[in-house]
């Protein structure tokens, strides 16, 4: 089944500053990534998703990269602030069966920005 | 604007005890999901349901059931608990027939003495 790998576990960065995650997968049929955070006692919430049709999409400070030949996509963060910090999962979706995508998630990284 | 709503919010369960989570939603989906989440893991689908009168099995569905009531709740049991049932578990729901972002709910944190 699909294996998603998501590095680093934990990050801590300076306000201002840029954040990237990245993750790998496994099974070359999947074609969906979200990415989602996570705030302390909240579920998780999506930020920004991509599929395998584009290799790039933004939303004001927020980015994602997907690099389908090497199977690995990445979040950016630019301009850090304060109320970034979360644990950010990634996620892929292998299969659509019975109407449904099913996702794989990786395991989250813990993201600290020190004002 | 509730969206995914989860109930209880905590509970604690002895062993052999049996307990239903209750999941509802009011964005009209199609589509819901249980997960669990463990410290460290990421969230590992349990098991879904496609729409109102389907259900089937995720990557961990051992030791649970589910029921669709109806469009919009869809409920988890453990018949019988067992510690290693400890976890934090989340319901979501999708629209687009399955094919769109997962909304989901704060969970249910649930401990198993």
């Known amino acids: 089944g699909e294996n998603v790998e998501q590095h680093p576990s934990t990050l801590s960065v300076q306000e201002g500053d840029s954040a990237v995650i990245k993750c790998t997968y496994s099974d070359s049929a999947s074609n969906y990534f979200p990415w989602y955070k996570q705030e302390l006692g909240k579920g998780p919430q999506l930020i920004i998703d991509?599929?395998?049709?584009?290799g790039e999409k933004k939303d004001q400070r927020i980015a994602v990269t997907l690099n389908k030949t090497a199977k690995h996509f990445s979040l950016h963060i630019t301009e850090t602030q304060p109320e970034d910090s979360a644990v950010y999962f990634c996620a892929a979706s292998p299969t659509f069966e019975g109407g449904s995508e099913k996702l794989v998630f990786g395991k989250g990284t813990k993201l600290t920005v020190n004002p | 604007n509730a969206g995914v709503t989860q109930t209880p919010k905590f509970q604690v369960l002895k062993t052999g005890q049996s307990m239903t989570l209750q999941c509802a939603q009011d964005?009209?989906?199609?589509?819901m999901y249980w997960y669990r989440q463990d410290p460290g893991m990421g969230l590992r689908l349990i098991y879904y349901?496609?729409?109102?009168?389907?259900?089937d099995k995720g990557e961990v569905p051992n030791g649970y059931n589910v029921s669709r009531l109806n469009k919009r709740e869809f409920s988890l049991r453990l018949e019988s608990a067992a510690p290693s049932q400890t976890s934090v578990y989340f319901c979501a729901s999708s629209a687009l027939e399955g094919r769109g972002p997962q909304h989901f709910g704060d969970g249910t944190r649930l401990s198993i003495l």
């Open positions: 964005m009209n989906h199609n589509s």
């Open positions: 349901s496609a729409s109102e009168g389907t259900t």
């Open positions: 991509i599929r395998s049709n584009v």
